[in-house]
């Protein structure tokens, strides 16, 4: 199994910057994808953006392309998203979650979840 732990969310004012981490644990990730996903209250679970761990290819949801970066350390078997010029539509739950394999976009094919973290962006 995986373990996934988040952290790096807050408060910050529209058009500030946010890096949220999420650690992961008990296997390494050769072949996963790691995805962060995000739910604001009375909506639905959204991608946001993943990578795949060999190679570190990226995709990213059109509503963050170009201000949020998905990066990974490998040493520290660590994701990060950057992001950058943040909108107050941005404020959610935020969640890294991964899969064995798929590059998926989906929230159902991702196998593993943390437990979440809490962007808030202000106007």
């Known amino acids: 199994q995986v373990q996934l732990v988040e952290s790096g969310g807050g408060l910050v004012q529209a058009g500030g910057s946010l890096r949220l981490s999420c650690a992961a644990s008990?296997?390494?990730?050769?072949?996963?994808?790691i995805g962060w996903f995000r739910q604001a209250p009375g909506k639905e679970r959204e991608f946001v953006a993943y990578?795949?761990?060999?190679?570190?290819?990226?995709s990213y949801a059109n509503s963050v392309k170009g201000r949020f970066t998905i990066s990974r350390d490998n040493a520290k078997n660590t994701v990060y998203l950057q992001m950058n010029s943040l909108k107050p539509e941005d404020t959610a739950v935020y969640y890294c979650?991964?899969?064995?394999?798929?590059?998926?976009?989906?929230?159902?094919?991702?196998?593993?979840w943390g437990q979440g973290t809490q962007v808030t962006v202000s106007s």
């Open positions: 990578i795949f761990w060999f190679g570190g290819g990226t």
């Open positions: 979650a991964a899969d064995d394999g798929g590059r998926s976009t989906i929230p159902n094919r991702y196998d593993y």
């Open positions: 008990g296997r390494t990730l050769s072949g996963y994808t």
